[in-house]
T-cell receptor
Framework: AQSVTQPDIHITVSEGASLELRCNYSYGATPYLFWYVQSPGQGLQLLLKYFSGDTLVQGIKGFEAEFKRSQSSFNLRKPSVHWSDAAEYFCAVGNQAGTALIFGKGTTLSVSS | DTEVTQTPKHLVMGMTNKKSLKCEQHMGHRAMYWYKQKAKKPPELMFVYSYEKLSINESVPSRFSPECPNSSLLNLHLHALQPEDSALYLC????????????FGPGTRLTVT
């Protein structure tokens, strides 16, 4: 069965520092992978997605993610974090039936000044 | 317009009440979703509508009753809820042919007393 693991429950980074959030997936075929962000009390916003092709994908708000099939990973990165990036980040994979997303448990990002 | 709207933002109801949550989108999406999200947890899929027909019910108790009156509107009727049903209820929509790229509303924060 498909699954998504986000190993880090909570990460704190200093404003201006670089960020990497980890995501590992379990999937038999080529996965459809996503990163969503959720600010407190808000819905989820799609940051970026990977379907095929170039393994480095660019998203909104200066985020990027790299798909590494050999490591079953899809880590999210940002070179310089802003205080407004503090939020909950969810990695997700599309299920094989093509009907729904399977979310990881999420990583809470705190940004210190 | 890439917005999904949800009303009300907050709802407090007793266990004997009947209430409804409303979701609306005007992006021409023909797939709509209800999710339940508890604090510090990922969203859990409840229902999927495709072309106004219920296509997925993730074994949700009958005290939750979805309805899709037209292609832009999705309701969730609530009756005889339990305190453990208190959560953030998220609505999302997507193109029928791209079920993974979902646009989420801000959610309704439901408290059952």
């Amino acid at each position: 069965a498909q699954s998504v693991t986000q190993p880090d429950i909570h990460i704190t980074v200093s404003e201006g520092a670089s960020l990497e959030l980890r995501c590992n997936y379990s999937y038999g075929a080529t996965p459809y992978l996503f990163w969503y962000v959720q600010s407190p009390g808000q819905g989820l916003q799609l940051l970026l997605k990977y379907f095929s092709g170039d393994t480095l994908v660019q998203g909104i708000k200066g985020f990027e993610a790299e798909f590494k099939r050999s490591q079953s990973s899809f880590n999210l990165r940002k070179p310089s974090v802003h205080w407004s990036d503090a939020a909950e980040y969810f990695c997700a994979v599309g299920n094989q039936a093509g009907t729904a997303l399977i979310f990881g448990k999420g990583t809470t990002l705190s940004v210190s000044s | 317009d890439t917005e999904v709207t949800q009303t009300p933002k907050h709802l407090v109801m007793g266990m004997t009440n009947k209430k409804s949550l409303k979701c609306e989108q005007h992006m021409g999406h023909r797939a709509m979703y209800w999710y339940k999200q508890k604090a510090k947890k990922p969203p859990e899929l409840m229902f999927v509508y495709s072309y106004e027909k219920l296509s997925i019910n993730e074994s949700v108790p009958s005290r939750f009753s979805p309805e899709c009156p037209n292609s832009s509107l999705l309701n969730l009727h609530l009756h005889a809820l339990q305190p453990e049903d208190s959560a953030l209820y998220l609505c999302a929509s997507s193109q029928r042919t791209d079920p993974y790229e979902q646009y989420f509303g801000p959610g309704t924060r439901l408290t059952v007393t």
